[in-house]
């Protein structure tokens, strides 16, 4: 922390007062004083790099390739992921993997190659490692899907973790996407962009990075293929990226490069290769399923920031019923603690919470609860006794508590990566579903210091058990809100074991899908921050996290009637439809905005609950699968390069292309269609692609397509489940997957395989199954004739 640092951290404290600005210096200077003493002087560092190779050791799936001063481990597994490790890594243990790492392939060998260098050849894939140490993945047919050259250590002489470097190269032609949720925009472009999860310290819009969800997940679209790659490390570190170009120099290509430097831990790499959804459904089957919402959190999900109390909550929902405005969920803020402590209430505010939260149960509407890690370090607060007679808490070297600033005052943090420690905090959700509450959402857990924002509540020199191995911040740092959903998603499991759990973070790591979503953090209130918005979701989705969104209108400002319908409009397509009171006068409900807001929005929350049924065929699907939500338009076309840069359109799941409107006063917008026919589901128009068309985008609603022949389960006037149907274009069939739910609850129901054809003039739709072909048993509603 400089001086800089300092008087922006006073700063942003001041309205506290001066006691508050006191304990934030003295807490910065404790930190600051906590790593010069517990971290080891870089000093003078040796570079090293791989040398020549001298021997080989084949193992099943690959083997062992030694060279003079390191030596690389590569392993092809049965699901068709590559793994290499260098000076002795291997792909355990690690915080992304779920279990096990899956068995090699015992059909991929270690064998030479040309030029004194080998190669594993598999199924999918070719691996060549040259004599120097660089390491290539190739097609089948021999074509280069990306080039890993030899790494670069920095190590200190006198000990410790080494720097280290890793530089690749791409096709001309490829594209980067992912690295966890970046503002900038779905599709990454050239420059540097860093791995440390930050909270920006205030409302953040496309010009910010790092923020809160940072991964080393890359996904690389080429017409050869497309390629994820993930570094296994949890350390600070940063990506530069830099798209190639075709025909650049005298007619040659320069090749895309990516160039990855960690400030420590080990250098091990996983990838695999594929269509996009092949790439992340073996993603899942590494990192993990997702975890399955609840129904209801799949619904329309309002929060409000402050502190009115039972009263405004009750106003709050009496509104959106007298206005017809479904309501889901409703999420209480820190005002509803007692002293901004978790796990605790506001007795004045919140007299009968539980009696609160049963009566909005009764009309079909849960609580949601906001959880910080930061525990209040003050004696007599139950959770702090407890906490600190199970040692709970984070220590630094010298073996003393680690105290810091956050919004509770003075206060210590639990140390996630010990088991005993996660199971300690998941029992502390036994007084929140005792209260009434349904579900949570993590906050505050980078964990973020109010002393300067960007940096840690604890300093990197404080220490971590890292399940039995121990270590320090820098390697804990990334992977703390990734246990923290841990701790509560398995504590939620013994606690309430017929219920599934309902979390959702702002912060997390690789794999954080197993334990609930993402949830984007304060978004700017504007037009670049609707546009930020969506690219964080979409994002994310690419690195395997499927249930995510921002807040509806952003985060620290005013919106214009405008701007709130279209975040609305957009918001309600992603899967974390979430609308919140953040510092408004007098409130940000839609009846706030004015009677033609009010109604547009009506329609919305309207539509939103007709397609729940679809959101919960997609959460299945994500949850067997790993495909997203919320997919890029080159999802099914990866080797159509005019919709790789299209990042203002999208598709949820398989069936609907949603074409947001991201700029003011626009009332028609064009949207680039993949091939196929398309229609808009208000006009039923049809549209023929692939090409650019010109679609109406008035106020009231924003440009969705379906698919020709995609089957749709929608909500019925009624409340059951109905289908959709779009007709198919004419001489082809379409179709579409069901997955009916009951809402909560473990049960994996069955997949119902819709068809859609033409029997003469009449769309007929039928159910396969085991015996064959039938007439579908639910009810259908066949649109677009007209367009036939």
């Known amino acids: 922390m400089n001086g800089r640092d300092l008087v922006r951290s006073v700063k942003a404290v001041g309205s506290a007062g001066a006691a508050q600005g006191l304990r934030t210096v003295r807490a910065a200077w404790r930190r600051r004083r906590a790593d010069a003493a517990g971290l080891p002087p870089r000093g003078t560092e040796r570079a090293r790099v791989p040398g020549l190779v001298r021997d080989v050791e084949p193992e099943p799936g690959g083997g062992v390739v030694r060279f003079a001063r390191s030596e690389l481990r590569i392993i092809v597994a049965v699901n068709g992921a590559v793994f290499w490790g260098w000076d002795g890594a291997g792909p ?87 690295l966890g949720g970046r503002a ?58 830099r798209e190639g170009e075709e025909g650049a120099g005298s007619g040659h290509d320069r090749a895309g490069t990516s160039e990855l430097r960690m400030d420590g831990g080990p250098l091990r790499c996983w990838m695999m290769v594929g269509t996009p959804a092949r790439v992340l459904h073996t993603w899942a089957t590494l990192t993990g399923a997702t975890a399955l919402p609840p129904a209801w959190a799949l619904g329309h999900h309002h929060a409000r920031w402050g502190s009115g ?222 546009r930020a918005s969506l690219s964080l979701v979409m994002g994310l989705g690419l690195c395997g996290v499927p249930y995510s969104g921002s807040d509806v209108g952003g985060f620290g400002g005013n919106p214009s009637p405008e701007l709130y319908l279209r975040w609305l409009q957009l918001g309600a397509f992603l899967p974390l439809f979430r609308t919140r009171v953040s510092h408004r006068p007098g409130g940000r409900e839609p009846w706030e905005f004015g009677a033609d807001v009010l109604a547009h929005a009506r329609e919305v929350l309207v539509e939103r609950r007709r397609l729940l049924p679809y959101f919960m065929t997609l959460a299945h699907l994500a949850r067997r699968t790993g495909a997203p939500y919320v997919r890029p338009l080159w999802w099914g076309a990866p080797e159509d390069r005019a919709l790789r840069g299209c990042e203002d359109a999208f598709f949820l799941g398989d069936c609907l292309l949603v074409a947001p409107v991201l700029e003011p006063g626009v009332v028609r917008r064009t949207v680039r269609l993949p091939r196929g026919r398309w229609y808009d589901t208000a006009t039923e128009r049809a549209y023929e692609g692939p090409g650019q068309v010109l679609v109406e985008a008035p106020l009231s609603r924003i440009p969705v397509l379906a698919r020709a022949g995609a089957v749709v389960p929608v909500r019925g006037d009624d409340g059951g489940l109905e289908l959709e149907a779009w007709a198919p274009a004419p001489g082809r069939t379409g179709g579409g997957l069901v997955v009916p739910d009951a809402g909560d609850g473990w049960d994996e129901p069955e997949i119902e395989r819709y068809v859609t054809r033409w029997e003469g003039r009449r769309v007929v739709v039928e159910l396969e199954g085991d015996d064959g072909v039938t007439e579908s048993r639910r009810p259908v509603r066949v649109r677009g004739l007209g367009g036939r």
């Open 92 to 178: 355990e243990p690690s915080y992304a993997l779920v279990g096990r790492c899956p068995e090699p392939d015992p059909r991929a060998s270690l064998e030479p190659d040309k030029d004194g260098g080998w190669r594993v050849v598999a199924e999918r894939v070719t691996v060549v490692v040259s004599r120097h140490g660089a390491v290539e993945v190739l097609t089948p047919g021999g074509v280069s899907v990306r080039r890993e050259l030899p790494p670069r250590w920095w190590e200190p002489e006198g000990g410790g973790s080494s720097r280290w470097m890793q530089r690749s190269e791409v096709a001309a032609d490829a594209r980067f996407f992912g």
């Open 309 to 530: 109390g039972e009263q405004e909550v009750r106003r709050i929902v009496a509104g959106h019923e007298e206005h017809g405005l479904p309501l889901d969920a409703v999420h209480l803020d820190i005002g509803h603690f007692e002293g901004q402590q978790a796990f605790t209430v506001d007795q004045e505010r919140y007299p009968k919470l539980p009696a609160l939260a049963e009566d909005l149960r009764r009309e079909g509407i849960r609580l949601v609860s906001i959880v910080d890690p930061a525990v209040k370090a003050e004696i007599g607060s139950p959770v702090y006794d407890s906490g600190s007679a199970e040692d709970a808490f984070v220590r630094d070297a010298s073996g003393q508590l680690v105290r810091g600033v956050t919004r509770s005052g003075d206060s210590v943090h639990p140390d996630f990566t010990h088991a005993r420690v996660r199971a300690w905090w998941g029992r502390q959700y036994e007084e929140r579903l005792g209260q009434g509450f349904a579900g949570f959402w993590h906050d505050m857990n980078e964990p973020t210091s109010f002393t300067a924002f960007g940096e840690s509540t604890l300093p990197r020199s404080a220490r971590h058990a890292l399940e039995g191995l121990g270590g320090d911040h820098r390697e804990a740092h990334n992977v703390y809100a990734l246990c923290m959903a841990r701790s509560a998603y398995e504590g939620l499991r013994e606690l309430a074991p017929e219920e599934r759990p309902f979390i959702f973070s702002r912060s997390g790591w690789a794999g954080m899908q197993r334990y609930g979503g993402a949830w984007s953090g304060g978004v700017a209130t504007g037009w670049p921050g609707l």
């Open 184 to 241: 900038s925009g779905l599709r990454l472009r050239d420059g540097t962009y860093r791995l440390w999860n930050t909270d920006p310290g205030r409302a953040f819009g496309p010009g910010d990075d790092p923020l809160h969800i940072t991964m080393p997940v890359q996904l690389v679209v080429a017409d050869v293929a497309t390629h994820l790659v993930f570094q296994d490390t949890s350390w600070d570190g940063t990506v530069t990226l």
